[in-house]
């Protein structure tokens, strides 16, 4: 299936461009030419919709003006994501840590249908910024979890964000996986969203099995995919990164890997 965009022609613009007109988003000319007129009524019902606002015809909106079906190709670079890409992207990582886990983060993210270039890449960067070895870890102590003269990850024992509710709760729940989930709530949420029930509650270690931390990573950036891509359209690495750590630690590793990505994963 087409990508329509600025400086497309022909009759498939001209549909996508009778329906806008009948959604109520002016194109302007009935004309089969996508100038600025058609990008901007794209952008406007991107907006209303909830869609990445970035003035493209992709998939998702010609699928929601009804343009396009479940049928239709999807964007799809993880055929192009090998071991040898990767590691292009986790230039300190043994190359043997990709080849065992890659597999099964790229089998988790289609499952999520997070296939597209950007979503690809904010995944490899998020595993470079969280968990660098490529293998799904346990947070280790360090002063943002655990005061000088308390016990491990008190910092996180009555964290109310996190849903703690007291010693253990802190080290218990603490960051695990490629994502580092971290906090009661999260691991009663995403065990819920896995289909797990309570087990990531009841046997929170669980987050650091290669298959679960894969398919968890992919339901926590599923979630914010359309935060997430709206901050890749403004090429706001921050913020991207912010939506999943809530801060800027690992910012340097996240950003490093994104743009090494971006040279070597087919656009």
Known sequence: ????????????????????????????????????????????????????????????????????????????????????????????????????????????????????????????????????????VAEGCSRFNTSPRGHPFDLYDRRRDLGNQGAPDGERYRGRGYVQLTGRFNYARYGDVLGMGSRLVDEPEDASEPAVAGDLLAAFLADKEALIKRALVADDLGAARRLVNGGSHGLDRFADAFRRGERVLPA
């Not at 087409?2 to 329906?19: D, F, P, T």
């Not at 952008?43 to 003035?55: F, H, N, R, T």
């Not at 049928?71 to 065992?100: Q, Y």
């Open 1 to 136: 299936m087409a990508v329509l965009k600025r400086g497309a022609s022909g009759a498939a613009v001209e549909r996508l461009q009778r329906r806008l007109l009948e959604c109520g988003f002016d194109p302007g000319l009935i004309d089969g030419l996508f100038g600025g007129g058609s990008e901007a009524a794209v952008l406007a019902y991107q907006w209303s919709e909830g869609l990445l606002p970035d003035g493209i015809a992709g998939p998702r909106t010609l699928k929601s003006l009804g343009l396009a079906t479940v049928k239709d190709a999807w964007p799809d670079v993880i055929p192009g994501v090998s071991v040898e890409a990767v590691s292009e992207m986790f230039p300190c990582t043994p190359v043997g840590n990709i080849r065992r886990n890659l597999p099964g983060v790229c089998a988790a993210l289609r499952a999520r249908g997070l296939t597209d270039r950007p979503m690809v890449l904010m995944a490899l960067a998020t595993i470079r910024a969280e968990a660098e070895c490529f293998e799904p």
